[in-house]
């Protein structure tokens, strides 16, 4: 085995690295920003349900925020991509119907 096979294996071993590294850090970055918007709605909605402040107003953001991500993990980007398109549905849904309702 010679230097160049060395910096060959070095540059794969590398190239491997790079993409799962972002990979995961891309996995991670979705299931925030999922868990962001859920836990924000969550905790605006308990707000305008019992009245509560701005502290427990963030703190009910980040618990649900820590749970989304808790339970995402296990998940594939695919199903966390079509979770996301469940709740924006959802969410529409709600929307029309405040709007229609009397």
């Known amino acids: 085995m ?3 096979d060395n910096m060959r294996g070095f540059v794969s071993n590398v190239q491997v690295g790079v993409k799962s590294t972002s990979l ?3 996995h991670f970055s979705l299931r925030l920003v999922t868990g ?3 836990g924000l709605t969550m905790a605006l909605i308990g707000q305008e349900l019992m009245g509560y402040e701005t502290l427990a107003l ?3 953001a980040v618990v649900v925020l820590a749970i989304i991500i808790k339970i995402l993990s296990p998940w594939s980007i695919s199903q966390i991509l079509i979770f996301d398109l469940i709740v924006v549905l959802l969410a529409m849904l709600m929307r029309m119907y405040i709007l229609v309702a009397p």
């Open 24 to 26: 995961s850090a891309f």
């Open 36 to 38: 962001l918007f859920v």
């Open 2 to 4: 010679g230097i160049g």
């Open 58 to 60: 963030v703190f009910a």
